[in-house]
């Protein structure tokens, strides 16, 4: 059981990447799916959840209008399209799941959830 997150890189100020979240061993889809990032010497940050609630998709006021998460149940994958992007967007960046939904705050923290992937680094520069 893993979730493994892929699609870093470098990119320029301005641009976009398209970060997947891949779970084998479990299906996604009644999981609530969260999106984090941590840059070095910074505490970890929630940039995005999906509630397996509701549906409903959660953002931080940092990132809300830039990033968009999204889930595909055929591939067992979740998405973060991350557009108009920024230098202090640099970070690694990890998906985590959750069988639960104990609100925004809850999943924006990411404590205690069920399963976490390894990360995948984000570098904005130009």
């Known amino acids: 059981v893993q979730l493994q997150a892929s699609g870093g890189g470098l990119v320029q100020p301005g641009g976009s990447l398209r970060l997947s979240c891949v779970a084998s061993g479990f299906t996604l889809d009644p999981y609530t799916i969260g999106w984090f990032r941590q840059a070095p010497g910074e505490e970890r940050e929630g940039v995005s959840c999906?509630?397996?609630?509701?549906?409903?998709?959660y953002y931080p006021d940092s990132v809300k209008g830039r990033f968009t998460i999204s889930r595909d149940n055929a591939k067992n994958t979740v998405y973060l399209q991350m557009n108009i992007l920024k230098p202090e967007d640099t970070a690694v960046y990890y998906c985590?799941?959750?069988?639960?939904?104990?609100?925004?705050?809850?999943?924006?923290?990411?404590?205690?959830?069920?399963?976490w992937g390894k990360g995948t680094q984000v570098t904005v520069s130009s």
């Open positions: 985590a799941a959750d069988r639960n939904w104990f609100g925004e705050s809850w999943c924006l923290k990411g404590d205690n959830m069920d399963f």
């Open positions: 999906l509630s397996v609630s509701d549906g409903h998709t």
